[in-house]
């Protein structure tokens, strides 16, 4: 779900019913963006060194797919921060099968105002959810979170090439606007950090999303309080990937802060 749909959902009670339906759309679904088990192992190998038993914080954990792993195969003990409650709700279910619910804290926050004192966490991990407060926001108040020595790993949508055509342009200057890894890296170098590594997500993480994403819309009843709007969004945005998709996609970024931010 793009993040201006959502947020046009929020908007206002007349659109109540095109919230809950895209979430309705969402509810169960293993992802909730573009990624995969290989590519959080993969970006974890890059965070690391990590103390033994790290504290992690997974902003926009969703249902908990990265949270679960980073405490099983990190030793993490997690707090998954979400603001859709039902998604918490999911995670702490499938904390319990695995013997993970000590290992992983939930809290229902905005992950712009967030309440933990500065240092909490050797890993603070941002999977397909900067963009509900953008990447340079997102790397400007996550910053302080850190202690020393800490790690952000955070993903990104981004141009992949340096002349995206008019449809990708507009489509994606109306979500959300687009920069190039260029640009991101050098917003992150800005913002006082290191760039560890930045890694091209594969197009397979873009099928893990939207295969059963795609699968659900496919069965959802259109005549839903909501739903005809949402289907209609969910399918333009699934063409477009299919569409463009060599235009843009899915970057991860490894940042360790190694200095103030430039003024």
């Known amino acids: 779900m793009s993040d201006n749909d959502a947020q046009h959902a929020r908007d206002g009670s007349a659109e109540a019913e095109l919230y809950d339906a895209f979430f309705s759309l969402h509810h169960g679904l293993p992802r909730q963006g573009p990624g995969s088990d290989t590519t959080t192992r993969r970006l974890l190998?890059?965070?690391?060194?990590?103390?033994?038993?790290?504290?992690?914080?997974d902003l926009g954990c969703g249902p908990g797919r990265v949270s679960l792993l980073l405490a099983a195969e990190a030793g993490a003990h997690v707090t998954a921060v979400d603001l859709h409650e039902p998604f918490l709700d999911e995670l702490r279910r499938g904390a319990a099968a695995p013997g993970l619910s000590?290992?992983?804290?939930?809290?229902?926050?905005?992950?712009?105002?967030?309440?933990y004192p500065d240092g909490s966490f050797d890993l603070v991990w941002a999977e397909s959810s900067v963009y509900s407060i953008g990447f340079d926001n997102g790397l400007a108040r996550w910053r302080r979170?850190?202690?020393?020595?800490?790690?952000?790993?955070?993903?990104?949508?981004?141009?992949?090439?340096?002349?995206?055509?008019a449809e990708?342009?507009?489509?994606?200057?109306?979500?959300?606007?687009?920069?190039?890894?260029?640009?991101?890296?050098?917003?992150a170098v800005a913002a006082g950090y290191?760039?560890?590594?930045?890694?091209?997500?594969?197009?397979?993480?873009?099928d893990e999303y939207y295969g059963p994403l795609g699968e659900r819309a496919d069965a959802a009843d259109p005549r839903a309080p909501g739903m005809?709007?949402?289907?209609a969004?969910?399918?333009?945005?699934?063409?477009?990937r299919r569409e463009h998709g060599t235009e843009y996609g899915y970057t991860g970024y490894v940042l360790r802060p190694d200095r103030a931010p430039a003024e």
């Open 45 to 57: 190998s890059f965070a690391r060194p990590l103390p033994s038993r790290p504290r992690a914080l």
């Open 228 to 231: 005809a709007r949402a289907l």
């Open 102 to 115: 000590g290992s992983i804290s939930t809290e229902t926050a905005d992950m712009a105002e967030l309440p």
């Open 194 to 206: 290191t760039v560890l590594e930045v890694y091209r997500q594969p197009e397979s993480d873009w």
């Open 145 to 165: 979170l850190l202690a020393p020595g800490g790690t952000l790993v955070v993903t990104e949508c981004e141009w992949t090439t340096a002349d995206p055509g």
């Open 233 to 240: 969004l969910t399918r333009a945005e699934i063409a477009m």
């Open 168 to 187: 990708a342009r507009a489509f994606w200057d109306e979500q959300y606007p687009l920069r190039t890894t260029g640009e991101n890296s050098a917003a």
